[in-house]
């Protein structure tokens, strides 16, 4: 499947909606599309308790005045790869759904 919906893809040196649809279709055929759905939980519930460590650490920084940076580009990162992988999840859980008929 990823290599048919590979030709419509733009080219990129590092093709990341490719690559993610690669590793959740790969992971559905080595373990299964529950255990798929039990992983993306996991990284769900992961994200959440990640947005209170750095709610945090955006709280110490305001009462302190020491800017986190590290912190920062995590949040920063995240806020991008986290809606990304979610849309990539969706698109191919929607993708199973059509083709399953």
């Known amino acids: 499947m990823t290599e048919r919906w590979a030709r419509g893809l733009v080219h990129h040196p590092f093709p990341i909606a490719l690559e993610s649809l690669r590793f959740n279709w790969g992971y559905m055929k080595e373990h299964g599309v529950r255990a798929f ?3 993306t939980a996991r990284y769900v519930s992961d994200l959440a308790d990640s947005n209170t460590r750095w709610r945090e ?29 979610c849309d990539i999840c969706q698109k191919t859980i929607t993708a199973l759904l059509y083709l399953a008929g």
Do not use: K
Not at 57 to 85: K, Q, Y
């Open 57 to 85: 650490a955006f709280e110490a920084e305001r009462a302190t005045g020491v800017i986190d940076r590290i912190t920062t580009v995590e949040a920063d990162l995240v806020s991008e790869e986290a809606p990304m992988h």
């Open 37 to 39: 759905y039990e992983m």
